[in-house]
């Protein structure tokens, strides 16, 4: 496999650089981490341990927010800093401004979605093999013509 990685070519190689620094993201990570994490609670959790979801949702991005705020970090550099060979380049204010917002916008998302769904049930239909062969319309089913 690395004989086949030589033939690469050179162009994709300034695309997709082999030093990108994952430490520079690790919030967005974190947040991505949490997400699935959400994901398997709602897929395995009894009904009745269903409110713990939104609970870690919240705990784990006050837990991100604390993390993105703190300088001097690979994440939060006191010096703008390009990252990903140029890709992304991070300075203190824009980079700590622009996690803030997404990840308070994150968080009023999750205590909406407690009460929108607490007012309005999502729907659940269970699908049966009945509901998969409909009936044809009045418009289209075929009637004798007279003549």
Known sequence: MISSLANIDVAFKALAPRNADWASILPEICVAGLALFCLVQAMTLPKSLR???????????????????????????????????????????????????????????????VRFFKERPAPLRTITTSSWSSPRPSCCSRSPTTS
């Open 51 to 113: 409110w713990l979801i939104p609970t870690t949702a919240r705990i784990g991005l006050a837990l991100v927010m604390i993390m993105a705020l703190q300088g001097g970090t690979a994440w939060n550099p006191a010096e703008p800093t390009a990252f990903f060979a140029g890709l992304t380049k991070l300075s203190a204010d824009s980079a700590q401004g622009i996690r803030v917002t997404f990840l308070l916008s994150a968080l009023l998302t999750s205590f909406l979605a």
